[in-house]
């Protein structure tokens, strides 16, 4: 043998860190363009070095009408529907890790069926019949449709991390004589911290992302969140203030960037939701 | 949600856990127990009350538009007309248009792109140097965290003409093109690859950690060589995540609405109008909301269809 296993495996890394870095140049390259086009004052379609730097493009979005009203939208729509989703789902996580029932299990089933229908195929009844109940263009609505539709998934979420409390805690605050509810808010909520964290994050990201769901079911400009404003500042004028456009997209996305580096800390690396996506 | 029942039978047959231990029971089965279950089954309430109300009904509302005629015009009153929407469906070139490019964009950017590219990026992650491996991952998963829209507008800048990626072709001196009006549906199915990848990634991530080292050194000490090692021990270890990655990741790509919206608005001329798309121009352009409710099931039919098959793969777990 010419080559010793030390230098075979150098060789393979180095290979390895190649192939790699060639993928991550070809995903980046996207990213590099909002970036550097965010901090150009004569920023086009293409990545390249900008004309100098200057924070005019985000001067010129800021306002009430760009990102200001959209982003506060946003909060409202995501942040109640978050809430909802999370009390629904604690609450309904709770008898389901803790009682054995014949029901468990066809009731499960029928939330991981749910969880993976596409909602997109539902928007245009969710229309039809929020015209007919007077809901559409309202903000409850709205929200009420979001816990909805990211509850099948919290829900499941909620009761795989609720199996993984200890049953002799639980336990000891029944015989103390907890109520279920004092036993849930006291005793197994916190001490699935992570977990819930987990549940409001994702099911926080996954709306602030979301596009489809308020583009049907809003109407008037001023209720709109940013994942539809956006489209309508940038998507209907042409296309032509690329910087502007660069700019608040950096502005919209930085809070769920965010948040996901922060769960994914806190879980060991971002593999705990693939692993939580997986069942 | 009327899809959903026959689900819990076939599953509760073939396996899973073994029936419960019947409790010992009272004498009296009657009403201190059912009292005692109702109290237990209260917390249950508002997600139910909440999934049945903005879940299940739209969807049985669904199943019965779909057999009106039902129009956006206000028009008073909607008839039933059967079959109707449906046979008019499967004579109607611009949804057979679209059927194939869902096709098409389901099977490049899910089945081959994500999954592929996944797997790639996965194994080739535990061979690299950490910093490497970390600069990767992280460039991977901002791509997927991002919102849709604001991944759509990355995307077009991409692919335009005038846009990052014909630079790069005249950086290395290949022909250029106008993507977003020649290969529409190319462009949006690469679109859909970007920002899906890293969910791939992390599924067989989590997998590739699952395979015992003793199994890849005992091949390698067998002389198998890397091809031969991935075909003939990874990949048939691995077959569950496989199965699992795939069925999400086509129930993801099926619903993508947002992403082709603002690339292409499924234009130029109907090029890159998958399903979803079609459903909307048909409702809200064209008014037609009974039609349009009827390509809505065919596509929750798909859905569903995937969905018990992904149940049938995790019926173990529940």
């Not at chain 2, 993801?252 to 079609?278: D, E, H, N």
Request: aromatic share 10%; charged share 15%; hydrophobic share 55%.
């Amino acid at each position: 043998m010419a080559r010793t296993p030390a230098v075979r495996r150098t060789s393979r890394r180095l290979a390895a860190d190649a192939g790699l870095l060639v993928l991550a140049v070809a995903f980046a390259l996207p990213l590099i363009w909002v970036v550097l086009s965010a901090l150009d004052p004569h920023a086009d379609l293409r990545v390249k070095v900008p004309d100098g730097i200057t924070l005019d493009n985000f001067d010129a979005i800021w306002t009430d009408e760009i990102t200001f009203t959209p982003l506060l939208n946003s909060l409202l729509l995501c942040g109640g529907a978050t809430l909802l989703t999370v009390v629904c789902a604690a609450l309904a996580a709770y008898p389901l890790s803790r009682f054995r029932s014949r029901l468990n299990r066809p009731f499960l089933l029928t939330v991981l069926f749910a969880t993976s229908l596409p909602v997109t195929a539902v928007m245009v009844p969710v229309y039809a019949l929020f015209v007919r109940v007077n809901l559409i263009d309202t903000m409850q609505g709205t929200i009420l449709f979001f816990a909805a539709s990211q509850l099948p998934f919290a829900i499941w979420l909620m009761k795989n991390f609720m199996d993984g409390v200890p049953v002799e805690l639980k336990e000891a605050a029944w015989t103390d004589g907890a109520s279920s509810l004092q036993s849930l808010v006291r005793i197994v909520l916190p001490l699935m911290g992570p977990g819930v964290a987990v549940v409001t994050v994702f099911a926080f990201v996954m709306m602030w992302g979301n596009f489809f769901v308020p583009f049907m079911l809003l109407l008037t400009p001023d209720r709109m969140p940013a994942s539809v404003s956006i489209n309508e500042f940038f998507g209907n004028r042409g296309m032509v203030a690329y910087g502007q456009l660069a700019a608040f997209s950096i502005v919209y996305s930085t809070p769920v960037v965010l948040l996901y580096v922060l769960i994914a800390r806190r879980l060991g690396g971002g593999f705990a939701l693939g692993g939580a996506v997986k069942g | 949600m009327t899809a959903a029942t026959p689900v819990p039978h076939t599953a509760a047959e073939t396996g899973g856990k073994p029936p419960v231990p019947p409790a010992p029971h009272p004498v009296r089965p009657g009403t201190a127990a059912l009292r005692r279950s109702l109290t237990r089954a209260l917390p249950l309430t508002p997600a139910v009350a909440l999934l049945l109300l903005f879940l299940a009904g739209p969807i049985a509302y669904c199943v019965f538009i779909a057999f009106t005629d039902l129009q956006l015009t206000g028009q008073a009153t909607s008839s039933f007309v059967g079959l109707e929407n449906f046979r008019r469906a499967f004579a109607d070139e611009a949804f057979l248009n679209a059927v194939w490019l869902t096709l098409v964009f389901t099977v490049v950017s899910s089945l081959i792109g994500q999954n592929t590219l996944g797997l790639a990026l996965a194994s080739l992650m535990r061979r690299a140097s950490k910093p490497v491996r970390t600069l990767t991952g992280g460039v991977v998963i901002t791509a997927w965290v991002l919102p849709e829209v604001v991944a759509g507008f990355l995307l077009y800048a991409f692919f335009r003409r005038e846009g990052t990626l014909n630079a790069v072709l005249d950086l290395l001196h290949l022909p250029r093109q106008n993507w977003l009006f020649t290969l529409p549906i190319l462009a949006v199915s690469f679109a859909n690859v970007w920002r899906g990848t890293a969910f791939s990634m992390l599924v067989y991530s989590a997998a590739l950690d699952e395979i015992p080292r003793e199994v890849t050194e005992a091949a390698e000490v067998d002389g198998a060589g890397g091809w031969r090692r991935m075909w003939h021990i990874t990949l048939p270890m691995i077959r569950r995540s496989i199965a699992t990655n795939l069925m999400l990741n086509t129930l993801q790509t099926l619903s993508v609405f947002g992403l082709i919206w603002v690339m292409t608005r499924g234009g130029p001329s109907g090029r890159s109008q998958t399903l979803p798309l079609f459903m909307y121009e048909q409702a809200f352009q064209n008014s037609m909301i009974g039609y349009a409710t009827a390509v809505a099931l065919l596509l929750l039919l798909i859905g569903s269809l995937f969905s018990v098959v992904y149940l049938r793969l995790l019926r173990t777990e529940v």
